[in-house]
């Protein structure tokens, strides 16, 4: 069955990339303990009896407010969006399959596993690269939230609701969508 955003109690998801989304039942489970409040509902029903009629949850809140950390986690996949998911040494766009991290300053040499001494790479320029020093195009720096924020907003995104997108504010051209099937 189908996801459903989790929102912070402010009305911001918790994280644009990956979407914070947890799946029915746990929604489910969440109201029912007091943790979360129902704000939007798909069409379906999980049950309808004599007594009781709820609706699939679509977007939920949180009873309480979450603060963000303000720091970027330090993730492949955040090293991939902070580069444009762009190789650093030859600019071909590349999907996450195609692209891998390299160390600036390799780890043989002292190079550590940080935002600035990391960047995305194809395979082939990883592996011509080598242990060698080689400036990328593009000096590796650690990025902030708000800048993240943007980065994720630039790319589509598919969603199950078109409720959604009050809560996220994602450029209509890139929004996608695509009703999930029922199990």
Known sequence: MSDVLLLNMDGQPLTLWPLSTISWQQAIKAHFLGKVKILKTYDDWICRSQHLAMPMPSVVMMSRYRPHAGKVNFTRRNIYLRDGFKCQYCLKILSTEQLTIDHVIP??????????????ACHRCNLRKGASIEKPVKKPYEPNYWKMVELAKSLPLRIPDPQWQDYLQWPEDLIKVVRAKAA
């Open 107 to 120: 780890k043989s040499r002292g190079g550590g596993t940080r935002w600035d001494n990391v960047v995305a």
